[in-house]
């Protein structure tokens, strides 16, 4: 779906879902490059600001939020693409279209103010996102390490996951406006005043995603820690377990032992008493104690 707005001073070229046939008509209607229809078309086109010195046209890649965190597409890109006359946006969800579109009500004089309030808001349901991030990194902080479920295990490792891409997203974000801070400058026509505001404008963008970008490494931080904690604890109890097992596994080998030289046709110690199988028994739970016994004492030692 595409929509053609006629500003004040530029056109802007709203697509939705783009198709291509759609944007063959548009890209020659307003001679824009045709390298940016796999821009628009590619639904996992990474962050960049670049320049066409044909045309006389830049492009700015950004990833904006697609979903929660639950879900296992998380971002998706977002086209700007813009000359002194016409800027053109591209996006491929509802949701991501709705928030470029609300930046259009705006009292708009220029396309760079058009640009940086599109920027400004896809940013937010990044902090919206570090909220959510926050409540679960918190919950599994809090969470009472000597219970560990497999559930839990689950979750975090999916949120480690999903932390990755965010993270990802935020720092190619950051290096696609630093890269447009420059595209601005020398290819729309701002007056000294402008110019300044735009660097003033950039330069506060570029702080906010920077902020993002920090908060997002801290929670992750916070994650891996937790996760590491998780791991120390689940192999400690391993490692009891398969103490106790072992101690076990020979203290129950000693009555198979016992009984086995009895059982053999040989002359034995005791073996011709009517109470030799009393013996027996006497004599595997002595080895059994004394077996424990030195376990314990050898425990201590090491303690």
Sequence with gaps: MIKIHKLKNYIWIEVVKPQAD?????IATYQLPLKFKNYMLDRHEQPRATYDPITDTSVVVIRALASGLDSPMTTVPIFLGFNDDVMMTACHGEAQAKLVNQQANQNLM??????????????????DMLDEVSKRADKFA????????????ATLTTL?????????????????????????????????????????????????????QAMFDVQSNVVNETEAAYGNILNNRLNQTMKFLTVWSLVLAIPPIVSGFYGMNVKLPFAGRNEAWIDTLI?????????????????????
């Design 22 to 26: 759609e944007l063959d008509k548009v």
């Design 110 to 127: 220029q396309i760079s103010d058009h640009i940086f309030a599109i920027l400004r808001a896809l940013l937010s349901p990044y902090f």
């Design 142 to 153: 809090s969470h009472r390490l000597g219970v560990i479920t497999n559930r839990q295990l």
């Design 160 to 212: 480690k996951t999903r932390l990755v891409y965010l993270r990802s997203a935020t720092a190619g974000n950051l290096v696609a406006l630093e890269e447009l801070a420059g595209v601005l400058k020398q290819k729309l026509r701002l007056t000294t005043d402008i110019e300044q505001q735009v660097t003033q404008q950039i330069s506060d963008l570029v702080i906010e995603y920077k902020q993002c």
């Design 283 to 303: 004599l595997t739970i002595a080895l059994m104690v004394l077996m424990l016994l030195i376990y314990r004492h050898r425990n201590k030692r090491q303690r």
